[in-house]
T-cell receptor, first 114, second 111 residues
Framework: DAGVTQSPTHLIKTRGQQVTLRCSPK?????VSWYQQALGQGPQFIFQ???????QRGNFPDRFSGHQFPNYSSELNVNALLLGDSALYLC?????????????FGPGTRLTVL | GESVGLHLPTLSVQEGDNSIINCAYS??????FIWYKQESGKGPQFIID?????DKRQGQRVTVLLNKTVKHLSLQIAATQPGDSAVYFC??????????FGAGTTVTVRA
């Protein structure tokens, strides 16, 4: 039973570029959440997708956008990259049956912006 | 504001001893709490959870205690092993679907 997978593992971009990160949820899960984790800090919620719609959003600018596909996989897009976007980006999946469902995390994508 | 925080940023434990990691939360409406373990270079790994209608839950070598009166959460690890060295996060979830994390406690196990 595959857990949450993310790609790529590492990514290096320059300021102003755009990036797309990908996530496949754990088998049986239909909800995907994205988090940003800066070095030495706890993860910060970006947004959650359920039934191909953004269901909830954290305090992140519109440069951060996402998408969920019919197979429940998801993408996170970040436009106009800033140095401060350098972080570990985590995807978590859960089943969307209720408001409090256990979220299981993938290994993350390490983004470095130069 | 609403936040989840840990009392101590670091904890050093002798191998074989019990560890206790503490967490304070401020959102009295939170009804679900989770402990995650994060090893270097990896994503957070689910350890144990507890819902607000319980005050204690036990797993394999781990116990979570919830005190809603003082809004305090703790994780106890029995017979700490070198593989328990990691950063531990408590997280809070309410019906708004998002997890709120504290800054984490780094646990170092001494041989």
């Amino acid at each position: 039973d595959a857990g949450v997978t993310q790609s790529p593992t590492h990514l290096i971009k320059t300021r102003g570029q755009q990036v797309t990160l990908r996530c496949s949820p754990k088998s049986g899960h239909d909800t995907v959440s994205w988090y940003q984790q800066a070095l030495g800090q706890g993860p910060q919620f970006i947004f959650q997708y359920y039934e191909e719609e953004e269901r909830q959003r954290g305090n992140f600018p519109d440069r951060f956008s996402g998408h969920q596909f019919p197979n429940y996989s998801s993408e996170l897009n970040v436009n106009a990259l800033l140095l401060g976007d350098s972080a570990l980006y985590l995807c978590a999946s859960s089943s969307g049956t209720g408001g409090t469902d256990t979220q299981y995390f993938g290994p993350g994508t390490r983004l470095t912006v130069l | 504001g609403e936040s989840v925080g840990l009392h101590l940023p670091t904890l050093s434990v002798q191998e074989g001893d019990n560890s206790i990691i503490n967490c304070a939360y401020s959102n009295s409406a939170s009804d679900y709490f989770i402990w995650y373990k994060q090893e270097s270079g990896k994503g957070p790994q689910f350890i144990i959870d507890i819902r607000s209608n319980m005050d204690k839950r036990q797993g394999q070598r781990v116990t979570v205690l919830l005190n809603k009166t003082v809004k305090h959460l703790s994780l106890q690890i029995a017979a700490t092993q070198p593989g328990d060295s990691a950063v531990y996060f408590c997280a809070e979830e309410s019906n708004d679907y998002k997890l709120s994390f504290g800054a984490g406690t780094t646990v170092t196990v001494r041989a």
